[in-house]
């Protein structure tokens, strides 16, 4: 059976696994000041061009959200993003377990763009009874967004502008992120990331990592004794060394970058061959998440063979389907998916 | 260097890693659904002896904490903890983060008597007020405690007892419960701790693996939409593997519970060596954890050589610190502990 | 200066402030369980037609929006709601806070719709992926609503057989309740509310006292230990004669609604009027509250000599305006109001 | 039937229902705004010594406690209070529902002593695992204390003093504070409080009014944009001229402290009664309330003609009962219950 149902059905990148065996009987403290945690902290902020970048290593992405946000946040406001944001639809309810609330602009192909934002902080503020109403209080956008989109270096800077113009955080989910740079199609570096953001996190969990997300703080804005608030959360975990020297390995020599672009290089020959074997697509995406218009029937008879992730219904005949690559995807599955097709 | 710092020094067991090699590319499902996920709940209940026990695996031990109390308690309920419980004192108030109090009562070497709990249900239930106040809706304890003792059979029936006398679940807290088991001093079994428990949990982070507690509710008294509330939590993996892998190795021929009767063996040759050497026991502890109270001199010396536990200063002259063994104590460091001292 | 610029302008109906004189001296016990409250509670039961009702006075309208919804919502669950709804979008995040997130539905001149909100939750659970998103978990709906408008008896059957076909409480916010049953247009009675909803509540801060809101749950369906709830979320009044008195007072014959019918009566002579004169109406309201749409140059030379509140910015030259009548609006007022314009 | 129940039996000061009468028909804007609330506002920092004190009007104590407690502390901050503190024991989880912590410091006779609190803060910070411990954030502190019991000014300074060399916000509790000012045996004026505490609140409720508490903010130290929080409470009054004109009223001519000293006068009446009949004092308290063990059987006697607060068990044959005394007390009253007893 293929599957191509998400970008986290595999275990770990197998240096990782190897790193683990190797550093296994060293003894290190708990809580985050392993040695590893701390070489995996400078290359990441090396790799962001960012020496003085204060970074966090999470478990999972949910948490990351939730934890980022509830702690840039102040007690009166929301956090702004796309009506198809991860944190507006799919996350439980866990940013309102915080206490605050999702404020929505509308989305382009699971983008949002500047201009909204800046027209609900403009009506917030217009509005004279805005002291009875959720305070604006930073901004969340992924990278790749939820339909693997990307914004342009243009479009980012646009959104850090009005942000820094209101003094809102920008926030960058990078769930996804190797597969965001590594696109054939974008301008977006690390860097300009680690530049036009205010705090940002490398995911790891779905870019070959068994868990872990790399958290980012750009601007000297830690927020204070952000490890006990980790804790509170429940996020600390004793043996910081299971993110540590995962997010180590994924630092060394570009592993992260390379095993990003080999996902991309699977999804562009997924793509080609959807192209020519005539299917038709939802939307045209440049990272590892692919998504196409099928025939039901069509589908019934697929679904014996691969594995894929349902979307949605598109009419009464039609679904979209995502097909995702990763970081482990071979060849040889591409090729049975050419076949099957 | 040698450490005795703590029971989560290293990494995790070898036929973890192993295990984690051997499954890597498996195509699995997330969020729990995975194979290994299946296989280590099928044989954790059967090590329970309680077939229909339903079981979730938690990444660590604050985040265990925070979700159990959170989901069994009702909003107007508090916990009932000793003053010393872990989550009385040590969790960065992550229980009163979830909106809920924690109720104390007097420790007694750590532990908490049936008879207190009574007497604080009695007393709250006899003030004509009580409506005004936080209703007692559910008793936490942890075996072994914060000092490394152990509840007897009889004393855990006791405490069990006026639990559902009460109509209030009782949890524990196995964060160590390996090494409570295999104390050459106890006559409670996982059997009974699942007979007379609502909910507890089998502490993997401390106990062999890389991360992973194993929350089993005996009762068929899993809260509602419980992967809901995980989620809403941030308490959620991706990959479910992560932590099925790792409770299916240690649930596979007993190496749970070998693996904890070594760090007990180890254990209880420090002992004696403290002992020989004269050192003053703070607390006489039947598992992995051992408390001494040790001359600042002595304790500056030793310092260069053995990293230990602070626990807290005695008097003026001396300060308590503990030593932890684990899984992972070699007889090797035991030895050059013995000539250090 | 005259003012239209709310319905809360003025303080109390006389007939309160007397009873307050009358009751003063009075030697009542705490937290509601006064004679003044018990006597209230009787006569709203009654005039709901439901004698088993059980009624609770709360000080303000978002502490019992807050309330209700936090106390009858379960942990997974959020409230449902009109995009315009007041627990949407004018609370100041005050449900958020209580860790429960508001899914929208359209609106419709500030209505929902029955067959919005079945979408809605059989999108949800036809969604594979529902255990990771807020599952729907009580209908909120204000009568009147934002915009003044009412819900006719076919539209409020048809919601409330949604709900109950889905098992979702449908609440309604009756905080100017008074002026939506005395509304010339309407066929909604509160003997129709009380069967039709789940729980609801009366307000009085718009209609008549200095504050207090009666709750209503409807049918037997009271969340356990709710004055300690209450008292939680710091909602119990000491003196709970304060808002029993008010209630007292206004549900003796048939006060609430023939205070609530004098605004009408108001409400409509100044419709007349501004139809006479030629303003465009925004909204046609049947209620207290009514919507003009006025062009800038004539609202600057209005404002000198009469307070309304600011709705919304129309186009460049044009405003949205509300004047809202009350128990307290004259007739010498309007008469007033007509030279003016 | 008499009645020392309690200090909150009656409705308001006759002068606060005339005034409520006189102003009734004004129209006022809503919120807080009206000119009653600006007028008390005046009057009260006058009071105060601090002519830029930030005053606001809450409806309630335990809803004032919720809200000042968690808009001063950090979120990994909680609140240092006497083990008896009402915050500690008797709000119903009020303080943990918004996510913060009660750190308990031992009670004599109700009262916190300034060491205890430095010592808890040295302690706190001198453990080398304070990062996953609650950071004590403010002191909180109640005059009078639950029992009755009074600070003197230099104990008052010394809890201050220590408060203000670790930053700790100090909040006093003035639920009761006028018979507190108006005792025979205090040296500690209204200044004085405003001086030494950082925040403190004038109770309403049980001194006179129907209900509503002042806070004030004595250091240039309201959190940002309180409003909105007040109103995320579910806290903020729609006709703040109820909490206002209340406030205007007790401190016009000195009303409060006329009426509070009457109390007084009253209690001291009482006691005088109390001993000369040979009852025991349970506490020799210098307020309003009084606290005396009185055998089971005369108590039995007793309560046919006179109702009082229940306090606690003292043994098996006697009780500890409150009987206290208000702004409402009559001489006619305390004769009655002389011959009572």
Partial sequence: MLSFESDYTEGAHPAI????????????????????????????????????????????????????????LKPYEGVVAAVTGHVAAHEAGAIEYTGHKVLTVPQYLGKLKASDVKELVDTFYNDA???????????????PT????????????????????YNLPLFLD????????????????LEDIAELTDVFYIGGTKVGALCGEAVVFTKNNTPAHFVNLIKKHGALLAKGRLNGVQFDVLFTDDLYFKISRH???????????????GYEFYIDSPTNQ???????KKLEELEKHVRYGFWEKYDDTHTVVRFATSWATTEESIEKLKELL
């Fill in 129 to 143: 009874n805005h002291e009875h109403m959720v305070f604006p209080g930073m901004v969340y956008i992924s990278h």
């Fill in 17 to 72: 696994l190897e790193k683990f065996i190797e550093t296994n009987m060293d003894q290190q403290s708990g809580y985050g000041v392993d040695v590893y945690s701390e070489s995996a902290r400078k290359k990441i902020a090396k790799a962001c061009g960012k020496e003085d970048a204060d970074i966090y290593f999470i478990t999972g992405g949910t948490q990351t959200n939730q934890l980022v946000i509830d702690t840039m």
């Fill in 263 to 277: 996902a991309i290089d699977m999804a562009e020959k997924l793509k080609t061959i959807f192209k020519e074997k």
């Fill in 146 to 165: 939820e339909y693997g989109t990307l914004y342009t270096k243009e479009e980012l800077k646009e959104i850090s502008d009005v942000c820094h113009a």
């Fill in 290 to 296: 692919q998504f196409f218009i099928i025939d039901n």
């Fill in 174 to 189: 990078g769930a996804r992120l190797g597969y965001g740079l590594m696109s054939y199609d974008t301008d977006v570096t």
